[in-house]
């Protein structure tokens, strides 16, 4: 076999789908790993569950209610390996690692088309390994499973950059942003202002504006169809239940005000989208103030590579910081984009492509990247002390020690100016992090969760048709791993009369909230089946929550 062949074998291509391959293993790795994580991903896979189990596909419910909180392709592609593998959270997470590595390989296109094979590599590994995408890709959550659809719109417009988009590109990406918002909502159509932005300020006249503004448009109307074809039948059957809880409070109301905490002031919170950014982006943003340095300064891209890039990363971070309600991965779909710019630097530093001040922000990197690592660092060592659980010192200590190590090590590189040590010091960071974050630290966080292990409890020593309740503490992990619809007990009062109620039923409730209340409820007869110290997630403290099966009661 001559070198010619040799190098016409191991094609870009098949480096790209064995990098895929390799992070989407390492991505079911951390999946596997974990049981569900409250809040989000318990709620989607129970609405999944029970999506199944009732063989209704198009109103999803929650614990037996009707639940519009996100559209229904989530759940209709969860409900796949849900019936496959059964309700385990490999099957719950399978389609956001699968969708995740669509996502890889559409960025190693765009990186490649937009410059060269070796960019387009780097900016797949680059987005692979951020903090953001390590968390979203390996987690059953919807923005995985959304991603390949609106960067995959991206890819077509790039695709024809410096030409004019045809109608079959437009149908194209109105099919796929169709499907982003059957799986997003509206954060689907966020290409839309992307390409409306690029083709303004690429424009060479104002009649091919107009008329690839127009074919936009028909992607609009395309993707809008595609939604309708499920919100109207949904809403109908619904009796309007979609119009007013996904219209009027998850769009309209997430966009006037903060919902559940997430966002406040708006100038207070201004920088919160940059902050993320810095946070999320890491162990790479160490490299992205150069890459901003470099595109800006024209040293790497064309005239239409740079209005592309920066008008996908620079729209989706202003779009979502106008919006009240703030969340982290809002804006993951600008990742793709500082991907393929950040690799595209990397690539031409050992060019000697950039200038001065582009090794001025390469090295001034490490004020962003250094703090980051410092804090997850001291997050990690200090986790188990925080919390309270000698399970998870040394784990943490372990976790902890080389996060710092890695940290200190990319710094004192990128200062000297040797950012390709700077490069195999985070992949080989991060491949060592892996086996104790895996094998250590994750089993021990799963001692100090409570809801697993009061639910396989309910499940082992009731039979299905036992009633559950719970109080003060409403966890929707209960009800995925519980397998059945819980009653909500909102005052102590409701706590008494469950308590005092007839036949067989299950109580879940904190230790201490039972000895208040059991005084007032008079003769009963109960077992307590399981009990489990352990963090309350959603009120963020230690809590021992019991099981009780309250045995049958004759009313007299």
């Known amino acids: 076999m001559t070198g010619s062949t040799k190098i016409r074998f191991v094609s870009p291509w098949i480096k790209a789908i064995l990098i895929c391959a390799g992070f989407a293993a390492l991505y079911l790795l951390i999946a596997g790993s974990s049981t569900l994580w409250d809040r989000d991903e318990p709620r989607y896979a129970r609405v999944t569950v029970e999506m199944v189990e009732s063989g209704n596909y198009l109103v999803p419910t929650f614990n037996g ?32 690692v699968l969708g995740t590595a669509v996502t890889l390989l559409l960025t190693f ?39 390949p659809f609106i960067v995959g719109a991206m890819a077509i417009f790039i695709v024809r950059q410096g030409n004019k988009i045809r109608a079959i590109d437009a149908a194209a990406i109105g099919v796929l942003m169709g499907l982003g918002i059957l799986a997003k909502g509206p954060l689907g159509l966020l290409p839309v202002f992307v390409m409306v932005v690029a083709l303004w300020f690429g424009r060479e006249n104002i009649g091919g504006f107009i008329r690839n503004l127009l074919l936009v448009s028909f992607a609009v109307i395309v993707a809008a169809g595609i939604f309708l074809l499920w919100a109207i039948p949904a809403n109908r059957a619904a009796d309007g239940e979609l119009y007013r809880v996904f219209f009027g409070r998850h769009i309209i109301g997430r966009v006037l005000s903060p919902m559940e905490g997430h966002g406040g002031n708006f100038l207070l919170y201004l920088p919160y989208y ?14 992205l103030p150069g890459a901003f340095s470099a595109i800006i300064g024209k040293r790497i891209g064309n005239a239409g590579t740079r209005n592309i890039l920066l008008s996908w990363i620079v729209v989706t971070v202003v779009l979502m910081t106008f919006a009240a309600t703030k969340l982290p ?16 630097t990397i690539v031409a530093s050992g060019q000697n492509v950039l200038n001065e001040r582009d090794r001025k922000w390469l090295r001034g990197g490490v004020w962003f990247s250094g703090p980051v690592g410092l804090g997850i660092a001291a997050g990690l060592i200090g986790v188990g002390y925080f919390i ?31 950012f390709d040590g700077t490069v195999k010091a985070i992949l080989a960071g991060i491949l060592i992090l892996v086996i104790p974050l895996l094998f250590i630290l994750l089993p021990a966080v799963e001692t100090i969760k409570i809801s697993p292990h009061i639910a396989k409890a309910i499940r082992e020593k009731t039979d299905k048709d036992v009633p559950v309740a719970m109080y003060n503490y409403a966890e929707p992990t209960l009800n995925f791993y519980v397998g059945r619809n819980i009653t909500h007990l909102r005052k102590t009062d409701d706590v008494v009369e469950w308590l005092k109620g007839t036949g067989n039923r299950a109580l879940i409730i904190p230790k201490k909230d039972f000895e208040g209340i059991r005084q007032n409820a008079g003769d009963i007869t109960f077992e307590e089946i399981a009990s489990k110290k352990g963090v309350n997630y959603s009120k963020g403290r230690e809590v021992e929550v019991i099981a009780l099966l309250i045995k049958t009661q004759t009313r007299q």
């Open 388 to 418: 309270k659980s000698e399970g998870l010192i040394m784990p943490g200590l372990i976790c902890g020690a080389i996060a710092l190590v890695m940290t200190i090590i990319c710094c004192y590189l990128q200062v000297r100016e040797k």
């Open 329 to 344: 991965h809002y804006i993951l779909f600008a990742w793709p984009a500082m991907a393929v710019m950040t690799g595209a």
């Open 274 to 287: 940059p902050a993320m950014m810095i946070a999320g982006f890491f162990p790479w943003v160490i490299f």
């Open 109 to 147: 296109f765009i990186g490649k088309k937009l410059f060269d094979a070796k960019s387009g590599l780097w900016a797949e590994a680059i987005l692979a390994t951020t903090l953001l995408m390590l968390f979203v890709g390996s987690s059953a959550l919807v923005d995985g499973i959304a991603m």
């Open 65 to 96: 209610e009707v639940w519009f909180d996100k559209p229904i392709l989530l759940y209709w592609l969860m409900s796949v390996p849900v019936r496959l593998l059964g309700p385990s959270e490999i099957a719950c997470r399978l389609p956001a």
